[in-house]
């Protein structure tokens, strides 16, 4: 069974920094490219940043690039996503999703790491 | 960057009925667009991609059409599992933008 978990998320300072991770199992997690999409409460869903299998290839939404960076180790199955320079508007809760090998859809997803930047 | 409209932002509808919803992208994204379902406190499924195929496990009474701008999700005889808010997303550009979402609500 495919599981994505997320932990990390907390209440945090604007200006401040935040990593939240993602542990996959269930699945040959070196071999998908991985996303992170966020929602803010009672909002829709914003795409925010991906990566490639083997990490060679990253991408990010333009409102965060340069605050946060996406990685992964592939030994360990965990998808991370460092946020640093947070503000108020970041909060959220973020997913971490898998895409599906054969599709271009995100197949496969968490259950959220609640994100709270506030002073 | 490609910008995705969904409309209407809501609708009511009864069980059994078929609703329509649309999105529309700002430029030509071929056949690249996925439909999710979101219900209240859940992550989102997958139920369709590129364009009209159907994902997995997901009911036959959903399908997608649709291509270059224009795009539409078709859910017949609506049941009471299938009232949740809906988006689409290109996956044509790098950045897999979402739309607003369209939630259907019980009338």
């Known amino acids: 069974e495919v599981q994505l978990v997320e932990s990390g998320g907390g209440l945090v300072q604007p200006g401040g920094s935040l990593r939240v991770s993602c542990a996959a199992s269930?699945?040959?997690?070196?071999?998908?490219?991985m996303h992170w999409v966020r929602q803010a409460p009672g909002k829709g869903l914003v795409w925010v940043s991906r990566?490639?299998?083997?990490?060679?290839?990253?991408d990010y939404a333009d409102f965060v690039k340069g605050r946060f960076t996406i990685s992964r180790d592939n030994a360990k199955n965990i998808l991370y996503l460092e946020m640093t320079s947070l503000r108020v508007e970041d909060t959220a809760l973020y997913y971490c999703a898998r895409l599906g090998a054969s599709t271009r859809g995100l197949i496969d997803w968490g259950q959220g790491a609640l994100v709270s930047v506030s002073s | 960057d490609i910008q995705m409209t969904q409309s209407p932002a809501s609708l009511s509808a009864s069980v059994g009925d078929s609703v329509t919803i649309t999105c529309r992208a700002s430029q030509n994204i071929n056949a690249y667009l996925n439909w999710y379902q979101q219900r209240p406190g859940k992550a989102p499924k997958l139920l369709i991609y590129d364009a009209s195929s159907l994902q997995g496990g997901v009911p036959s009474r959903f399908s997608g059409s649709g291509s270059g701008t224009d795009f539409t999700l078709i859910i017949n005889s609506l049941q009471p599992e299938d009232f949740a808010t809906y988006y689409c997303q290109e996956t044509f550009s790098t950045l897999f933008t979402f739309g607003p979402g369209t939630k259907v609500d019980i009338k």
């Open positions: 990566i490639k299998s083997d990490g060679s290839t990253i």
């Open positions: 269930g699945f040959a997690f070196s071999n998908y490219w």
